[in-house]
């Protein structure tokens, strides 16, 4: 005689054997979503039936707000799910851990499939990816001119770069038509030559919404693209064969407006440090080359020409006009101490060497510096330069060595 | 002041490089004081193109439209809404 169970007992028992199972604690099942309803708590109740059966399902909140889509009745989908018995009035139920839409399998399947195909062509090298422009001066996008997405994007941009210049071409972004439409549009950008930089924009939504940003002609355009191209469809976790195959993907359209646009405030302070650098580096420049000539001219002017000293005292004095027009706009803090250093550059002055007892002795046929005995022949003019005046003289005997 | 011949093509990317390597140059103290003053000439002359090149642009928002004739043409997108020859 076999034991006699309570209904409770029994439920229970049942409910255990399901629980056991290996097969029923996580199946999938593949049906038709019927007598759908979503209570105010947020489970959702449904039967999923093919054309001789149906069975009971509950997807409760927490697994509920995970689904990708949100069901309908009429929608063929594949839900994972753990067998159960509803202890109460001994229902068998499907309690739902995950629903996807029937056919997306086949999608994933031929998206992987034109992935490697392309991939392996070398569709997705990175040595074909060309580089983005630092300062598009004109972006050209290539989305539907309705919708948040143009417009998050005009925001983005209005804020980085109150002057940017945008062109949009209009296309479908989803259904039959979409790919279509946005390979002409990339197509059309690339022929006429006006953008700098092409953005293909889309905003979130299903697999099958962005589906046309995985065609294959789609992809062979932007491959061919002269202009390089910003893919930016979907969400972050989006990825479609134009991400690969664009030369920078963005994780979203506003991103791509943050990508394409440099911060124009950034730009400014750049220039303005470098013009910075560009007066401060002439500055110091010219010191140190005025301190080596000052050094010269002071301690050793005798073993040098004295021509030099003068060339290049001129050669400051020009300089200084330069700098002080050049840098008086720009340079305030320096150009105090410009003007000290134009003031000492006096003191290098051939005069002022001359009025220490030096001269300068020249021929007065060539007018060139005599440097050297060997420029002398007895008998020859010489004009000897002095601080007030000069000494014409003749040469009556040529000595070499010093005798000073 | 104009710009000279050599620069006047440059983008602005381009521009900026040679700004900043004439920043070095000058920097590193090497060469003449004639060929100081050349580089900072110069550098003063890309930087008012990098300045040129930021303000240059228009500020406006475009939109292509079906001429009719099987090509395009250019309309103001008003951010509002959009004419239905847009229509895709």
């Known amino acids: 005689m076999s034991a006699v169970f309570s209904v409770s007992d029994l439920n229970r028992y049942v409910g255990e054997v399901l629980a056991a199972d290996p097969v029923l604690s996580a199946v999938r099942v593949r049906g038709e979503i019927t007598g759908f309803k979503k209570y105010p708590s947020g489970h959702l109740y449904f039967s999923l039936k093919d054309k001789e059966s149906q069975v009971n399902c509950v997807?409760?909140?927490?697994?509920?707000?995970?689904?990708?889509?949100?069901?309908?009745?009429?929608?063929?989908?594949?839900?994972?799910?753990?067998?159960?018995?509803?202890?109460?009035?001994?229902?068998?139920?499907?309690?739902?851990y995950d629903m996807e839409k029937d056919g997306i399998g086949d999608l994933f399947a031929a998206f992987e499939k034109l992935k490697a195909r392309l991939e392996a062509e070398g569709l997705f090298d990175t040595a074909h990816k060309k580089p983005i422009p630092a300062l598009p001066r004109r972006i050209g996008v290539v989305t539907s001119p309705k919708g948040a997405v143009i417009q998050d994007i005009i925001h983005?941009?209005?804020?980085?770069?109150?002057?940017?210049?945008?062109?949009?071409?209009?296309?479908?972004?989803?259904?039959?038509?979409?790919?279509?439409?946005?390979?002409?549009?990339?197509?059309?950008?690339?022929?006429?030559?006006?953008?700098?930089?092409?953005?293909?924009?889309?905003?979130?939504?299903?697999?099958?919404?962005?589906?046309?940003?995985?065609?294959?002609?789609?992809?062979?355009?932007?491959?061919?693209?002269?202009?390089?191209?910003?893919?930016?469809?979907?969400h972050e976790v989006d990825f479609t064969i134009c991400d690969f195959v664009s030369d920078l993907r963005a994780p979203t359209p506003s991103a791509a407006a943050e990508l394409v646009m440099p911060l124009k405030s950034e730009l400014v302070s750049r220039l303005d440090a470098r013009r910075g650098q560009l007066g401060r580096a002439l500055l110091h420049s010219v010191t140190v080359r005025k301190n080596r000539l000052m050094a010269l001219a002071g301690s050793r002017a005798l073993m040098y020409p004295l021509r030099r000293a003068e060339a290049e005292g001129q050669r400051l004095d020009v300089l200084s006009?330069?700098?002080?027009?050049?840098?008086?706009?720009?340079?305030?803090?320096?150009?105090?101490?410009?003007?000290?250093?134009?003031?000492?550059?006096?003191?290098?002055?051939?005069?002022?060497?001359?009025?220490?007892?030096?001269?300068?002795?020249?021929?007065?046929?060539?007018?060139?510096?005599?440097?050297?005995?060997?420029?002398v022949t007895p008998g020859q003019q010489v004009r000897i330069q002095l601080a007030d005046g000069s000494v014409h003289c003749k040469a009556e005997k040529v000595q070499a060595g010093r005798n000073l | 002041m104009n710009l000279s011949d050599e620069y006047v093509n440059l983008s602005y990317e381009e521009a900026m490089k040679e700004l900043e390597s004439i920043v070095s140059r000058l920097e590193s103290g090497e060469g003449t004081l004639d060929e100081s003053i050349a580089l900072f000439q110069k550098g003063v002359e890309l930087s008012k193109l990098c300045s040129q090149r930021l303000e240059e642009i228009e500020k406006r928002?475009?939109?292509?439209?079906?001429?009719?004739?099987?090509?395009?043409?250019?309309?103001?997108?008003?951010?509002?809404?959009?004419s239905d020859a847009s229509e895709g």
């Open chain 1, 59 to 96: 997807a409760f909140r927490g697994n509920a707000a995970h689904f990708s889509f949100v069901p309908e009745n009429g929608m063929s989908v594949i839900i994972t799910a753990r067998a159960s018995l509803y202890d109460r009035d001994g229902r068998f139920q499907l309690v739902v």
């Open chain 1, 156 to 234: 983005v941009l209005s804020r980085r770069f109150p002057n940017f210049d945008l062109l949009i071409y209009p296309s479908a972004v989803q259904g039959q038509t979409a790919a279509g439409e946005l390979k002409k549009g990339v197509e059309w950008f690339n022929r006429s030559g006006i953008v700098d930089v092409i953005i293909l924009a889309r905003g979130g939504g299903s697999m099958e919404d962005l589906w046309c940003f995985n065609d294959e002609a789609l992809a062979r355009a932007v491959y061919q693209s002269e202009i390089p191209v910003i893919s930016a469809v979907g």
């Open chain 1, 321 to 375: 006009i330069k700098l002080s027009h050049a840098l008086a706009r720009r340079i305030d803090t320096s150009s105090r101490r410009l003007e000290k250093n134009i003031a000492s550059l006096d003191a290098l002055s051939p005069l002022k060497v001359l009025s220490r007892g030096f001269s300068l002795a020249t021929d007065p046929q060539t007018g060139s510096c005599i440097t050297s005995v060997t420029q």
């Open chain 2, 61 to 82: 928002v475009r939109i292509l439209m079906d001429d009719g004739n099987g090509s395009k043409k250019e309309a103001d997108f008003s951010e509002t809404g959009v």
